[in-house]
């Protein structure tokens, strides 16, 4: 579910998560790990700054493992903790209680010397829409609590969900938004399906898609649809594919809609392999970097 994002709803959901970390000990935050820089809040770091954080690149399924291993030795460089995981599988998951309690082991340890009870930790799962985090919460709390596609501004008690002995989590999540007014944030979420089609152009996404492919995974594309070269002239490879896989219209042009679909929903489902679109040099760098 793609949710539309006004200043309003971007303050309240800052407002929601920010209550909820009065309660708790640990913030997870849960990444698409196709995607470790546009899925992030870019507010995060300000937001949950006082919290210790444990980052969870989820869907690692879907992503490039040699890229995975990048990301997490960059974000581990900046000191942080971090996992790669399938929510859905539950692959990567037994760390997470480890993870957590390692974050809280100084203040526990605090709180143990004067005499306090240890508790379990209590952690609240933040991300934007789309991440996996109602998927994690079931699989941690193996049974259906959290519903899929919870909406900001829907307020209810909140409850704890035991996971073992050890953690204690908040049943709903913290839902924040990504850095919508980068264009390539907003290509990159839409290609993985992360925000709905109908916000952006379906042609302007596979345009983007294809390029992407062209530069950083070229076997793949010529694989699947028999292109060696993506050329300035993207329309030619629109027609290759259209003419590959009988995306026509009627007179017997190639229908562009009926390309994208195809190109996009064969890339979402895994078909052109496992992808990831940023790597840690994009981030330093302006240029995308060498073909694999
Ligand atoms: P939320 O909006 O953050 O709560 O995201 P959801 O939990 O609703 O997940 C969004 C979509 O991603 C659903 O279709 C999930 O089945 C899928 N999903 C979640 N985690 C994974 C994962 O680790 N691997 C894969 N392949 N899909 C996942």
């Given amino acids: 579910m793609a949710i539309q994002w006004f200043p309003g709803h971007m303050a309240k ?8 970390l009065k309660l708790i000990d640990v913030v997870i935050e849960l990444i698409d790990a196709r995607l470790p820089a546009s899925s992030r ?3 995060i770091d300000e937001i949950i700054s006082h919290k210790p954080r444990l980052m969870l690149l989820n869907k690692a399924d879907l992503a490039d493992d040699k890229v995975t291993k990048e990301w997490i030795a960059y974000f581990e460089a900046q000191g942080h903790k971090v996992l790669a995981i399938d929510a859905q599988s539950g692959k990567g998951m037994k ?3 480890n993870a957590c309690q390692e974050l809280v082991k100084e203040k526990f340890d605090k709180m143990r010397a004067k005499g306090i009870k240890p508790r379990a930790v209590r952690a609240l799962i933040v991300g934007i829409p789309n991440v996996g985090k109602s998927t994690l919460i079931n699989k941690l709390a193996k049974k259906n609590i959290a519903q899929t596609g919870d909406r900001p501004g829907v307020t209810k008690a909140q409850q704890w969900i035991k996971v073992g002995k050890e953690i204690e989590l908040l049943d709903t999540p913290g839902i924040l938004w ?10 990159r979420l839409a290609t993985t399906g992360a925000i709905k089609d109908s916000i952006m152009n379906l042609q302007d996404i596979t345009v983007y898609a294809l ?7 070229p076997k793949r594309l010529e694989e699947r649809y028999g292109i060696t070269a993506i050329t300035d002239d993207i ?15 009627g007179g017997g042009d190639v229908d562009y809609d ?15 392999g496992r992808l990831t679109f ?6 330093e760098v302006s240029t995308e970097g060498a073909p694999e």
Avoid: H, W
Avoid at 244 to 249: H, I, T
């Fill in 95 to 97: 760390e997470i209680i």
């Fill in 178 to 187: 990504p850095k919508f007014e980068d264009e390539l944030v907003g290509l």
């Fill in 211 to 217: 390029r992407f492919l062209g530069e950083r995974y």
């Fill in 278 to 283: 940023e790597r840690p040099i994009d981030l």
């Fill in 13 to 20: 959901a800052r407002r929601q998560v920010t209550e909820k």
């Fill in 235 to 249: 329309v030619e490879a629109f027609d290759a594919i259209g003419k590959l896989r009988g995306c026509l219209m």
């Fill in 258 to 272: 009926k390309v994208s679909d195809l190109v996009l929903r064969e890339l979402r489902g895994g078909r052109l």
């Fill in 41 to 43: 809040n870019p507010m």
